[in-house]
């Protein structure tokens, strides 16, 4: 068993599709029309045939509640892997991207916070 699709909830397919493609570095893996919204994904570069995030439409009444409780309370929807945290933290900060958690070591990795400008914290982690 392995994992093939994980979930976050965006507030706009199409800006959440821009937002991970063009300042994150995903890449599109499925775009289907679906009525008034899409099956929407992206991938990693470096794992084209690896874990997909869908991009979920947030239209279920919960999911809004539950975004804006996670981002209330300051917790990440979902967390990246990347192989230096400062790094990337440097590179999202200069293209824009507000953090909300600054790069810190908690025990065996390091974690930076930012706002995916979708309704979403998202964190990035490396282990260290």
């Known amino acids: 068993m392995r994992i093939n699709l994980s979930s976050i909830f965006v507030d706009d397919q199409a800006k959440a599709l821009r937002f991970y493609t063009e300042v994150l570095g995903f890449v599109a893996k499925a775009d289907v029309p679906l009525g008034e919204h899409r099956w ?10 690896g874990t997909e995030l869908v991009l979920e439409p947030d239209a279920h009444p919960a999911s809004k509640v539950f975004m804006a409780a996670l981002v209330d309370d300051g ?3 979902t967390s990246f892997a990347v192989d230096d945290v400062a790094a990337e933290f440097a590179r999202l900060r200069g293209l824009g991207v507000r953090f909300t958690q600054e ?5 065996p990795v390091t974690t930076a ?6 309704g979403n914290l ?7």
């Open 103 to 107: 790069p810190a070591e908690m025990g």
């Open 75 to 77: 917790i990440p929807a």
């Open 122 to 128: 998202i964190q990035i982690a490396q282990l260290t």
């Open 40 to 49: 929407l994904t992206v991938v990693s570069p470096d794992d084209p045939n």
């Open 113 to 118: 916070v930012f706002d995916d400008t979708c």
